[in-house]
Structure formats: structure tokens, C-alpha cells
């Protein structure tokens, strides 16, 4: 293995959570590499782990392993897993959706049922609310390690029966291009849709054209107007709203120098939509 252990969780780091899963590895194996994806993913907010987590693992080195804890059904019955991606990464996580974007982006090649009976910290059976310390960072610890298997982790598990969320899909229609507000760009405010930049070579939209862009919460319209599609921000004024491709190769919109989710009050999820339409009038967004 990679002996290369990466967290991610909603704990925040104004307590001691973090630092506990961090000791509970170093306890597996001194030697273990620890780094932080993030532990600022909003309370409960499991869409927004599943997304971060296939924002991040392509880029580390294979073998590399995961584990991500924001885990609102602690103690219940959802199963606790671990999977390997077709690109050859691990997650260690519970079974609540967190895996979607994965699934859907690398691909997930096979999935093991924790077995606590052996990939759980010692002494620690009759505790039920802190299974990211006891039960994922232990395990994640020993697999990144290379103190267990893959295979030793537990029953295999079908990769169909994993946990998934309804994703939106991007429509086209009479050249309406409309998708979703997946997440925010949250220290910018930049709004990261479901548009992949495929939809506007295929319709023939190029940089400097001057889109028609509508966004909604649900049914309720909060926002539209015309902007240009430009390759960085520099594109535009500043205060000046800009379409461009953010760094996952997806369709984003940005405020210069400014935050457009605050201010426009706009949120990301599967009820924010967003409607793009290429107009008839062009610009030249290198002309300031």
C-alpha cells in the first residue's frame, strides 16, 4: 500500500475529533503519511462529501486511502464499507451516499462490508457515536499500512447495492442547455454546475459569446441575465458575472472579484437549476 492516509469528515477543528483519528492511526503505524481532504464539509451534508471526495482522489497516488465520516445515521443500521475504485484508490465510509460521485466519475470496482469483529479499535465495543474514530480510521489505518487486505476487511459486498443519490441530468432543448448547481466554489462564492464543457462545444458556443443564463430555486426564478463565456476571470470587469470551465472541466459562474452565491442568495443542490442559453450577440470579453 501507499501508506498514504487521507481524512475527511464535518468534525471541524475546533475539538479534539480530528486529532483523535489522527492518534488512532499513528497508533496502527507511526510511519503513516496523514493528510486532511478537508473537515469543513457542512454538518450532515453528505451530498457535499460525496462530491469533494471525487473532486480529490484522482489526483493522489494510487493505493492511496480515504476515509471520510460525515455520518448523520451513526450507530444505526447502515453498513459501514470500504471500496476500491477502478482507479485504484480506497474509501473507507459509511453506506449513506457519500460514494455517488465516485461511482459515477472513477468508477468503483468493489466494495467490503466492515467486519468490527476484527477492523475496530480495541475496548472501544460499547461506544455507538464515534465510529470514525473507532471503526474508520482504525480500519483505514491497517489498510494504508498494509497491516490487512483489501479482501481481509470484511464480506464482499455488490457494488450495485451501495448507497446513491438521485443525480439531476443535463437536457438540451431548442438549444436550452439546463443543469444543476452541484456545489459552490465556497470560499469565492462561485456557482459549479452539472454542465459538463462538452454541452457547449457541442453547441457551438465559443469564448466571447454572450450567453442568457436563468437560475432557480426549484420553480422560483432568482436571477437572470447576460454574460460572457471567458477563459479566466480576467475576462471581465471586475463586479462583472463570467461563465467559464472550472478546474474539474465542468461549467461554472463566477462574480470577480466577487462572491455570486451571497450575492444573489443562491444556494447549490439538486433544486438549484440553471438554464444557459447562447443569444444572438457577441463581445469581445479581452476589450476592457
Known sequence: MSNLLVF??????????????????????????????????????????????AQTTSYWPEQTVFVSVVDPGVGSERLSVVVKT????YIVTPDNGTLTHLAQSVRISEARIIDEKINRLAESFQSYTFHGR?????????????????????????????????????TV????ITGTIDILDIRFGNLW????????????????????VTILDDTQQVYKNMMAFGRSFADTQVGEPILYINSLGKIAI?????????????????????RIHKTTKTSDPFTK
Open 8 to 53: 475527511q469528515s464535518d468534525f471541524g477543528i475546533s475539538d479534539g475529533a480530528v486529532s483523535a483519528m489522527y492518534g488512532v492511526a499513528k497508533s496502527v503505524s507511526t510511519t503513516l503519511d496523514l493528510y486532511d481532504l478537508t473537515h469543513d464539509i457542512p454538518p450532515y451534508h453528505i451530498w457535499e462529501a460525496s462530491y469533494r471526495l
Open 173 to 176: 432543448n431548442n438549444r436550452v
Open 193 to 212: 454546475t452539472n454542465i459538463d464543457k462538452n454541452y457547449f462545444y457541442q453547441e457551438a458556443i465559443e469564448y466571447g459569446d454572450i450567453l442568457e
Open 86 to 89: 477502478k482507479a485504484n484508490h
Open 254 to 274: 463566477a462574480l470577480n472579484q466577487g462572491s455570486f452565491a451571497d450575492a444573489y442568495h443562491i444556494n447549490a443542490g439538486t433544486q438549484s437549476k440553471i
Open 134 to 170: 473507532d471503526v474508520y480510521a482504525y480500519t483505514g489505518a491497517r489498510l494504508a499500512a498494509g497491516k490487512t487486505s483489501f479482501e481481509q476487511i470484511g464480506p464482499q459486498l455488490d457494488v450495485d447495492q451501495l448507497v446513491r443519490f438521485t443525480t439531476p441530468e443535463v
